[in-house]
Structure formats: C-alpha cells, structure tokens
C-alpha cells in the first residue's frame, strides 16, 4: 500500500509539470540531447598534483571524453557535432565551493578551445552564474581570454531576500506553492523562481559546468543542481531549515522548465577534486582527489553515475550512503533529498534507470 501511494504521488508530480508535447520533442535537442543514457567517465593518475590541476592530463581528459561522447575522431570533430558558426554559447560554472572546490581555469580554458575548434567566436561566448561575489572570489573573471565575455544575475553576494529582479527575466519562472516564513502566499512574486537574462535572452545553447559534490539538503550537487539553483533566483525557499526541505521537487520543477531544457547542450563535471560530505562547501576532512572527469548530454545519467562515486568514497570512510545519512555538525539537513535525480529522469530530462545507462570508464596514464 504504502509503495503504490508513492507511485500515485510521483506519477502525479510528473504528470503536473511535463508540458504537453515537450518530452517528446526534446529527444530532437536540449535535454537529454542526443545521446540518452551515455555517460563517458574519464580518469588520469596525474590529473592533480599537489593541489594543482596539470594541464597536459587534463587536456587528454578532455579530448578523450569529448571523442568518446560524441564518436567523433578528433577533438574539434567532437566539438563540431554540439556546436557550430552562428551559436551563442553560455558556460554555467560553478564557484560556490570556493577556491578549494570550484571550477578550474584550465578546464574552462579548454571548453573555450574546444568551441573555437566548432566556429564559436569569443564575442558569442559568455561565461555566467548567479553571484557576482562569487565569481570574483575565485578568480574567474581573470582567466577568461580577451572577447569572451562573463556576466553574473545578481549583483553582490548570497542573501537571505533573493528577489532582486535586475538580472532576471520577469517573463520566464517556475511558480511553486513554496514560500519562505513571513511572505505573502497571496503574492506570485514569492511563489516564483525566475530565469537568468543571460539564459533566456543571450545564448541558444549552454554548456554545464558543474563540480562532483556532496550537499546537505540535495545529497549532490552535480549537473541537476548547478542549472536549478545557478541559473534562478528565489532559490533559498528550496532548503530553509533542516526540516523545511522541497530540493526533491524544487530542482527538477526548475530545470524541467521549456528554456533550459531546450538549451541545455553539453554538461561536463570536474571531477578531479571533489567532496563526499559537508557540502556545497569544501571542508578539508571530506575533500579528496578523484582524479576524474564526467560527460554526458544527459544530466541524470551524469548525475547519478556522479552520486555512486560519491557514496562510494563514504563508504570507503566508514559513511552510510546519501540516502541514509543522519544530521552531524557538518551536514544539518534532516534527510539529503537525492530524489530529485529520479525525479528529473521521470521528467524525461535523462535516464535514470541504471538498465538504460551506459557509463564508458576510460583510465588514462
């Protein structure tokens, strides 16, 4: 009784949200793009040495992962088939975790090749993501070459209030009954979650940037989460308290919507430094070198084959699964809702069923 009310509620929540057609149709492009299911996980032993990610590994990651996704011979072939003369191109990155655990400047400096290599000008590239703070704090905006452009949708730093509308798009939103304590239920405003500008007006296409990471209200914050969480705002009504916690349906509810889906091309995850607890943030204890790098143009397939190695690396710590962790000082949250990748697989926004992913290991020197 108990597992068909479930299958009730979920087929339920799916049915709500999936516009009509769409599904259908995204198999054409977007999400889960052409090639449903494939995850290429690519690992170098010199991927890293003493902190540092080493440029001549983790270009053969990349021209590695990219060939196999794609089967394209060479690495321009690769790029060629995702991309071409006339896109506008969006990078999402991801610096939350700090200098320790973001997005590195040599992988994104080989995406920027690699979209030159497919006919992409440096004037149509833009590298983007919420916190202008952020950004900044690791860097970024220093490793990007001449032409390419950065942008952020909020100016400043995190806060508490996350309705500032400069940056978004007033036309393009999630709508959920979620609302932080104290806000009028009555107002769509705090009801909704609004769309970057950059995404919805700027680009045609974005490549997805994200970091292999443990997160407290999520369980993971890989592919799925960067876009739910970087690409809107209002996104704290999401994990309020460690009781008062929607991620399970908050992230598939944002990323199912019509922009991203179509636009969502290529998601990579850097894997070469990751966390298995006490996320989004680095803490030392729970950081270690992984040493691999993920591709897919399925975002749950991705995430899932993310969130084994994840559990796996607790388990070798002594750690329960995700799916079973307990509140500690370093993680808060009541129950670490990794549902959401199902969730985002019964969308039609990737496979989830371990049956219908296919993950190509390769292991480099």
């Known amino acids: 009784m108990i597992t068909a009310r479930r299958e009730f509620l979920r087929n339920a929540f799916v049915a709500a949200l999936i516009p009509q057609g769409l599904v259908r149709a995204a198999g054409k492009g977007g999400m889960p793009g052409p090639w449903p299911g494939r995850v290429i996980a690519v690992e170098h032993g010199h991927a890293i040495d003493q902190g540092l990610y080493q440029a001549d590994a983790v270009k053969q990651m990349m021209t590695r992962g990219m060939t196999?996704?794609?089967g394209a011979p060479a690495w321009a072939d690769a790029?060629?088939?995702?991309?071409?003369?006339?896109?506008?191109?969006?990078?999402?990155?991801?610096?939350?975790?700090?200098?320790?655990?973001?997005?590195?400047?040599?992988?994104?400096?080989?995406?920027?090749?690699?979209?030159?290599?497919?006919?992409?000008?440096?004037?149509?590239?833009?590298?983007?993501?919420?916190?202008?703070?952020?950004?900044?704090?690791?860097?970024?905006?220093?490793?990007?070459?001449?032409?390419?452009?950065?942008?952020?949708?909020?100016?400043?730093?995190y806060n508490d209030t996350q309705l500032d509308m400069d940056g978004y798009d007033s036309d393009q939103f999630m709508e959920m009954a979620?609302?932080?304590?104290?806000?009028?239920?009555?107002?769509?405003?705090?009801?909704?979650?609004?769309?970057?500008?950059?995404?919805?007006?700027?680009?045609?296409?974005?490549?997805?940037?994200?970091?292999?990471?443990?997160?407290?209200?999520?369980?993971?914050?890989?592919?799925?989460?960067?876009m739910s969480h970087g690409m809107v705002n209002n996104v704290n009504r999401s994990h309020m308290t460690p009781?008062?916690?929607?991620?399970?349906?908050?992230?598939?509810?944002?990323?199912?919507?019509?922009?991203?889906?179509?636009?969502?091309?290529?998601?990579?995850?850097?894997?070469?430094?990751?966390?298995?607890?006490?996320?989004?943030?680095?803490?030392?204890?729970?950081v270690w070198e992984h040493k691999t790098m993920y591709f897919a143009t399925d975002p749950v397939a991705l995430d899932k084959t993310g969130w084994k190695a994840i559990d796996a690396q607790r388990a070798k710590a002594g750690m329960a699964p995700v799916a079973l962790s307990k509140p500690d000082q370093f993680s808060t949250f009541l129950n670490c809702q990794v549902e959401h990748i199902e969730f985002a697989g019964a969308l039609g926004l990737g496979e989830f069923d371990d049956a219908k992913i296919d993950v190509k290991r390769v292991s480099l020197a």
């Open 68 to 70: 196999a996704l794609t």
């Open 79 to 157: 790029w060629r088939a995702l991309f071409q003369k006339g896109d506008v191109v969006g990078i999402k990155v991801s610096p939350v975790g700090g200098p320790q655990l973001c997005s590195d400047a040599i992988v994104l400096r080989q995406i920027l090749d690699g979209l030159a290599q497919a006919g992409v000008g440096a004037r149509e590239v833009v590298v983007f993501t919420r916190y202008e703070d952020e950004l900044l704090g690791v860097g970024i905006d220093k490793w990007i070459p001449l032409g390419v452009r950065w942008t952020t949708a909020s100016k400043g730093g």
């Open 178 to 226: 979620l609302i932080k304590p104290g806000e009028n239920a009555n107002d769509a405003h705090f009801r909704r979650s609004y769309v970057a500008k950059v995404v919805t007006r700027d680009i045609n296409k974005f490549i997805n940037l994200a970091v292999l990471k443990h997160h407290q209200s999520a369980g993971v914050t890989i592919c799925l989460k960067n």
């Open 243 to 286: 009781t008062q916690n929607a991620c399970g349906v908050f992230i598939p509810s944002v990323v199912n919507l019509p922009v991203m889906r179509q636009k969502a091309t290529l998601h990579i995850c850097d894997g070469v430094k990751a966390s298995f607890h006490g996320g989004p943030y680095a803490k030392p204890a729970y």
